[in-house]
């Protein structure tokens, strides 16, 4: 089982940034990958980015030279660095871990951008 606890979401203006963490628990040995989704009213969760246990990353288009997602291996966190937000990046953004044949996912938080 693995536990995870996003934090550093709230309410930002167009332009500015934010960075939101993700510490994991349990059986973190058992992570292959972890990554952030979002998901805005009325639209399906979208992968923002993700990590591999090796370093690799993965960005959606729409965020691309905007975001960095990174990874603190003595820490068991990953991070979230969003700059030049858009009133579109607002969304509750979800912190994900994917092992085999499993997924864990935090509880989520808020990001909101004002224009």
């Known amino acids: 089982q693995v536990h995870l606890v996003e934090s550093g979401g709230g309410l930002v203006q167009t332009g500015g940034s934010l960075r939101l963490s993700c510490a994991a628990s349990g059986s973190i040995f058992s992570i292959n990958a972890m990554g952030w989704y979002r998901q805005a009213p009325g639209k399906q969760r979208e992968l923002v980015a993700a990590i591999t246990s090796g370093g690799s990353t993965t960005y959606a288009d729409s965020v691309k030279g905007r975001f960095t997602i990174s990874r603190d291996n003595a820490k068991n966190t990953v991070y979230l660095q969003m700059n030049s937000l858009k009133p579109e990046d607002t969304a509750v953004y979800y912190c994900?871990?994917?092992?085999?044949?499993?997924?864990?996912w935090g509880q989520g938080t808020q990001v909101t951008v004002s224009s």
């Open positions: 994900n871990a994917e092992a085999v044949r499993v997924q864990y």
